[in-house]
């Protein structure tokens, strides 16, 4: 592998494993700020399973890559709450190349930030 490819790899898993703590942090520490900026979503899941596979596998992923326990109350705060906002949406083409079947409304006021 080219330095530079292992530099590109190890950037884009930084990114994520970022994204993925600071989805585990406002789902348990902040969830109505979580909920206002689903307020926002648009979509629906595509269950193509990209967002279950940042950094590592979900166990609970079966042989199709489909989650088994997608519609059970058992399913993970976290992953129920996937995307929260528009930096989870580009988590997923960042790190697969596919666009994520949620998008964000955008509002005027906002100003755009990066992870």
Known sequence: ???????EQTKCELVLLYGKLRRFCL?????????SR???RQ???RQCAS????????????????CKIYHSRFRPLVCRRF???QR???DVYLN????????FVETKNRRRRFH
Not at 51 to 62: H, S
Not at 97 to 103: F, L, N, W
Request: net charge positive; glycine share 8%; proline share 6%.
């Open 88 to 90: 989870d949406v580009e």
């Open 38 to 40: 689903m307020l926002r």
């Open 83 to 85: 995307p929260i906002d």
């Open 27 to 35: 789902t348990t520490l902040a969830p109505r700020r979580t909920r």
């Open 1 to 7: 592998m080219e330095l530079g490819n292992a530099i």
């Open 96 to 103: 697969y190349g596919r666009k994520c079947g949620y998008s």
């Open 51 to 66: 967002c279950c596979k940042f950094i590592f596998r979900c166990p609970l992923l079966d042989e199709n890559n489909l």
């Open 43 to 45: 979509g629906k899941c």
